[in-house]
T-cell receptor
Framework: DAGVIQSPRHEVTEMGQEVTLRCKPI?????LFWYRQTMMRGLELLIY????????DSGMPEDRFSAKMPNASFSTLKIQPSEPRDSAVYFC?????????????????FGPGTRLTVL | LAKTTQPISMDSYEGQEVNITCSHN???????ITWYQQFPSQGPRFIIQ???TKVTNEVASLFIPADRKSSTLSLPRVSLSDTAVYYC????????????FGQGTELSVKP
C-alpha cells in the first residue's frame, strides 16, 4: 500500500488566494483526519470524517476553512481566502474502524504533509 | 479526554537506553495509551500502544503501572536516527479520532 497520499507537497501562494489541499487515504480506512502543525500551536486536529461524513469540525479555525470528502478515496481541505497566519504544515491521516482484531486501536497513519506558505 | 504531561526535551547518546515518561492522571477506564514518533518534515508515525502492564514490539517497550496514571516509553540502544519528537496520547477505542497531541518530547541522540 502506498500509504496516505497528499498533494501538493509544497504550496506557496499570496494572501487572498484560494488554496486546495488534497488527500487520498489508505484503501479500506473508514476514518480521515486533517491536522495542522505550527511551531507555536503544535499539531492540531482540524476536522475528521467517518465513512465520508464529517463528524467533528470544531477544530476548524474559521469559516475560511472548509473540508469535503466526496468519496472514500479522496478528501480536500480548502482555504478561501488564505492569510499569512494560515502558513503551516497540513497533515492528512487515516485509520481503520475499531474492532478489527489485527489492527491497533487509534492507530492513525499520517501522510507526508503539505507545507503551505502564504505570503 | 485525558491530558498528558511529558518532558519537553531529552538528550541521550548512541547505544544508551532512553526512557520517556508520560503522566496521564485523568485516564479513563476505556482509554488506551499510544505513542507516536515524528521525524523532521514527516508526519507522526505510530510506535506502540498499550492498555496495562507491558507491551513490547520491534521498536520499543511500553511500561504501564497498575494505576495507569503514567506510562514509560523505553527505546533500547538508541541511534542517531532515533532523534525525533515523541508524543504520548491517551484515548479510547478510536473515539472518533479525538487524539490530542501535546507538545511531545524532543529527543536528541548524540554520537
Amino acid at each position: 500500500d502506498a500509504g496516505v497520499i497528499q498533494s501538493p507537497r509544497h504550496e506557496v501562494t499570496e494572501m487572498g488566494q484560494e488554496v486546495t489541499l488534497r488527500c487520498k487515504p489508505i484503501s479500506g480506512h473508514d476514518y480521515l483526519f486533517w491536522y495542522r502543525q505550527t511551531m507555536m500551536r503544535g499539531l492540531e486536529l482540524l476536522i475528521y470524517f467517518n465513512n465520508n461524513v464529517p463528524i467533528d469540525d470544531s477544530g476548524m479555525p474559521e469559516d475560511r476553512f472548509s473540508a469535503k470528502m466526496p468519496n472514500a478515496s479522496f478528501s480536500t481541505l480548502k482555504i478561501q481566502p488564505s492569510e499569512p497566519r494560515d502558513s503551516a504544515v497540513y497533515f492528512c491521516a487515516s485509520s481503520p474502524s475499531p474492532g478489527l482484531a489485527d489492527i491497533s486501536t487509534d492507530t492513525q497513519y499520517f501522510g507526508p504533509g503539505t507545507r503551505l506558505t502564504v505570503l | 479526554l485525558a491530558k498528558t504531561t511529558q518532558p519537553i526535551s531529552m538528550d541521550s547518546y548512541e547505544g544508551q537506553e532512553v526512557n520517556i515518561t508520560c503522566s496521564h492522571n485523568n485516564i479513563a477506564t476505556n482509554d488506551y495509551i499510544t505513542w507516536y514518533q515524528q521525524f523532521p518534515s514527516q508526519g507522526p508515525r505510530f510506535i506502540i500502544q498499550g492498555y496495562k502492564t507491558k507491551v513490547t514490539n520491534e521498536v520499543a517497550s511500553l511500561f504501564i503501572p497498575a494505576d495507569r496514571k503514567s506510562s514509560t516509553l523505553s527505546l533500547p540502544r538508541v541511534s542517531l536516527s532515533d532523534t525525533a519528537v515523541y508524543y504520548c496520547l491517551v484515548g479510547g477505542d478510536n473515539q472518533g479520532g479525538k487524539l490530542i497531541f501535546g507538545q511531545g518530547t524532543e529527543l536528541s541522540v548524540k554520537p
